[in-house]
């Protein structure tokens, strides 16, 4: 008989504030009173695979958008002016979402490498998405089809954004290979190329009130290019009031130094474009001032006053007739924050009246790529050499931690999850609502934790060598012991739940008693009675005790696990085998089985009754990070640095299903003590629950499954290798060359749901001309209970009709010849 298991899903996450590779985006005001109640500024911001909506005024969580199974987040945009957000992700597809039902509204599969870039026009009728192949994809969004792909890039599109020149709408592309490029919409192809000399271009934003286009490139510098139209085509090229070219849209109008030395990767501009902020890889943001274009025009009229003083010959050159860079903007200030900077969304500006005022405001939400997110309000004073201050408003780090999260632990009950992080704090967590309950902050890097003692303490390790304990009903700080002289790797608790164990880089082992004090209050007090020194050969990088109370497991840094008996501390067996330092491990409930996971990439099973090996398996593809096993069964849990969480079957060896979730490194697990729930957290800063399902699973399917999971895989990996073959073939770019030949091609692929699709088609096309056949020689037979009741043509429709429209056209293409003549 076939043995049946039981299937983890993922059931929620949380922990993550905004995923530091997406900038955060803002609704309209009108949207978040009509469709969230909230009179204040909702934020969209990435979460990993979901999208979050916090309410700036309460600092609250509102929403969220998206399913777990979905890919990584790797672009935001919303659609200004309708109700729908819109979301790229690492697969190439787009989904957008109705903020009005909260629901999905149109699925799209757009490319094979990471969505990148996306952008739809004024209407929202037009999309455009960029991918990290440099291909472009114009949508029909109300049709729901593809227009065309646009290729011209060699290297990631970074920003995409619709415009009008000439009174017609053009697309603006920029891209990591130096090149802005605009895109006629009528013809599909691209009418003027700008190559940048300053390396890759990350980031523009157009000034309408100057007709001015702004870039920024790795290195660190403005540039700035003039919009033509016949306004401003005199000022910006210096040929007279005459205008007639209409094939070039931009010109160059110089560059401006910024003062930073790192390079400069995102503009903002202020509702009221007064201002221009740039920031980067820094913690720093510098702020310029924007000339009006009246001011810009006398700027140049004093400009030409001193070159003409200066200039000895006396004559005019472009430099007297035409506008610079220097002409529109102004160098403010540079403001120092205390983290790294993702996005800025200024949300005020002064008004007219106010400017002529003493002071004046805005509100900035800042995005830091450390999960965090902050509302700072920015003073400006005319008078003061010191132009803007800054003063935090508000934070959302009660949401999730500034760092990694390193440990985690279950209470008994199940109901509340310890995390600790390498930002110095740790949280309590309530399971049923995800909700932060207790922050409290901690001496140092938090390395390890659990509850003990009926669940009424907290103990934590740290990396400055300290163990400290804390209430966890209040959060407060109950003890701290600085015993150790280094780092504490590992901590656990005996089994009759009377001493603990601590273990770190010193090589030593420390044990405590438990004393629990009488007291009036209602909360007891707690003493650690230090009882004895294990000295070891190496540092200690986990122990644990097993359940029957008899040995003391020990993982060294000299890739041996040693094991002691509990009660005399003496030697008992030597479990050697890997060839790197095992950086966990965990034991059965039986006490029965040993399984250690180390950086070798190994996970090896043992017997802890003679300490021999019964199996090693290639687990991951790197250092595997964290097991548990689950209560009650000999089943257990891997996690590695490659990203992957795993569920195996000790007995048999098998591997039962792969738990994919995480952007990063998965840094540790715990299982609740009923084994229904599996916590994971890791370099992505998200912690996230799994659940035992009903579902049953069975090996052989997900084999197959895996199968098939590899063969899309390198299915997408050999349209890429051809799609580069392709851009290096079209794409010939050397000196003395005018211009790049351009390709535009059909705008789906042929994705793994396509295929599925057109085998169904098949399949039905397949039945139908056997339905027909049978029809025609036994038309008194009873039609084939396969047609569902249905006749033979309701039954193709209704096979066509579970094809999304956007896959539709390209199933169709995919069929063979002979399928037309069924």
Request: glycine share 6%; charged share 20%; with cysteine.
């Amino acid at each position: 008989m076939v043995k049946a298991y039981y299937k983890f899903s993922p059931y929620s996450l949380w922990g993550i504030v905004a995923s530091r590779r997406v900038p955060s985006v803002i609704l309209d005001k009108e949207v978040a009173v009509r469709f969230f109640q909230v009179n204040s500024v909702v934020v969209a911001t990435a979460a990993v695979n979901l999208i979050n909506l916090w309410n700036i005024r309460s600092i609250e969580k509102i929403g969220m958008l998206g399913n777990l199974d979905d890919e990584e987040i790797s672009s935001l945009l919303y659609a200004a002016g309708s109700s729908w957000l819109l979301a790229g992700y690492n697969n190439g597809r787009i989904r957008v979402f109705d903020l009005e039902t909260r629901k999905l509204k149109i699925l799209i599969n757009s490319h094979s490498s990471p969505t990148t870039a996306i952008a739809v026009d004024s209407f929202v009728l037009q999309l455009a998405s960029g991918s990290g192949a440099g291909d472009i994809v114009l949508w029909d969004l109300s049709a729901e089809k593809g227009i065309c792909r646009l290729r011209g890039h060699t290297n990631e599109i970074t920003k995409l954004q619709f415009c009008y020149f000439h009174s017609k709408q053009y697309l603006i592309s920029i891209s990591k290979d130096s090149l802005l490029k605009i895109w006629d919409l009528v013809g599909y192809s691209c009418v003027q190329t700008v190559v940048s000399t300053r390396g890759e271009l990350w980031d523009f934003c157009i000034l309408p009130r100057l007709n001015v286009l702004v870039t920024v490139a790795s290195q660190p510098e403005l540039e700035l290019f003039g919009i033509i139209t016949p306004e401003t085509h005199a000022l910006f090229t210096g040929q007279g009031n005459v205008f007639k070219d209409e094939s070039h849209f931009v010109i160059s109008l110089g560059n401006i130094s910024l003062k930073s030395s790192t390079k400069c990767t995102s503009l903002s501009v202020d509702e009221m474009g007064c201002h221009l902020v740039c920031y980067g890889n820094d913690k720093s943001i510098q702020i310029f001032q924007l000339r009006t274009w009246e001011h810009a025009l006398k700027h140049l009229k004093r400009r030409r006053k001193r070159l003409l003083e200066t200039s000895s010959s006396g004559i005019e050159n472009t430099e007297l007739s035409t506008l610079q860079a220097t002409d529109f903007l102004i160098y403010r200030q540079t403001l120092q924050f205390p983290h790294r900077i993702r996005s800025i969304h200024l949300l005020q500006s002064a008004s007219e009246q106010q400017k002529h005022s003493e002071r004046f405001h805005q509100s900035a939400i800042m995005q830091f790529a450390d999960n965090g997110l902050s509302l700072y309000d920015l003073s400006y004073e005319e008078d003061s050499d010191e132009v803007f201050t800054v003063h935090q408003v508000a934070n959302f780090d009660v949401h999730g931690h500034r760092g990694d999260v390193r440990s985690l632990a279950f209470s008994r009950q199940h109901h509340y999850l310890l995390s600790v992080a390498s930002s110095c704090t740790a949280k309590i967590w309530q399971v049923s609502n995800n909700h932060c309950l207790r922050t409290m902050p901690l001496s140092g890097y938090g390395t390890c934790c659990l509850f003990f003692c009926n669940d009424i303490f907290t103990a934590i390790g740290t990396k400055q060598g300290t163990l400290e304990i804390h209430y966890t009903l209040t959060g407060d700080s109950a003890l701290q012991l600085a015993d150790h002289q280094g780092p504490i790797w590992s901590i656990c608790e005996s089994f009759n739940e009377k001493y603990l164990f601590t273990g770190g880089s010193d090589k030593k082992i420390k044990i405590y008693e438990i004393v629990i004090g009488n007291t009036s209050g209602t909360i007891p007090s707690i003493q650690l009675e230090h009882i004895r020194t294990l000295e070891m050969s190496d540092e200690v990088l986990c122990l644990k005790t097993t359940p029957d109370g008899k040995l003391l497991i020990v993982a060294l840094l000299d890739c041996t696990v040693r094991s002691f008996y509990l009660d005399s501390l003496r030697f008992y067996l030597s479990f050697y085998g890997h060839k790197m330092p095992v950086l966990s491990m965990d034991v059965t409930s039986d006490s029965y089985l040993l399984i250690t996971g180390s950086a070798d990439k190994s996970i090896k099973i043992w017997g802890l009754d003679f300490g021999d090996l019964h199996k090693s398996l290639l687990g991951h593809e790197n250092a595997v990070m964290n097991i548990t096993c689950q209560p009650n069964t000999h089943y257990f849990f891997s996690a590695s640095r490659d990203g992957w969480i795993k569920y195996w079957d000790a007995d048999i060896f098998k591997l039962l299903m792969n738990l994919k979730g995480h952007s990063g490194e998965v840094w540790t697990l715990a299982n609740s003590t009923d084994g229904e729930m599996l916590a994971s957290a890791g370099h992505d800063k998200s912690i996230r629950l799994w659940k035992r399902t009903d579902e049953q699973l069975f090996l052989e399917e997900e084999e197959e499954s895996r199968l098939d999971e590899a063969l899309e895989n390198s299915i997408i990996q050999e349209r890429r290798r051809m799609a580069s073959n392709l851009e290096a073939s079209i794409h010939h770019i050397t000196l003395g060359m005018e211009a790049v030949p351009q390709v535009t091609t059909a705008a789906t692929f042929n994705h793994m749901d396509v295929v599925d699709n057109c085998e169904k088609i098949l399949e039905t096309l397949q039945l139908v001309r056997k339905e027909y056949e049978r029809e025609q020689q036994e038309p008194d037979e009873a039609p084939d209970i396969q047609l569902l009741g249905l006749s033979r043509h309701m039954y193709l429709l209704r096979t066509l009709s579970k094809i999304r429209i956007t896959d539709l056209e390209s199933v169709l293409m995919l069929l063979p010849y002979y399928a037309t003549l069924c």
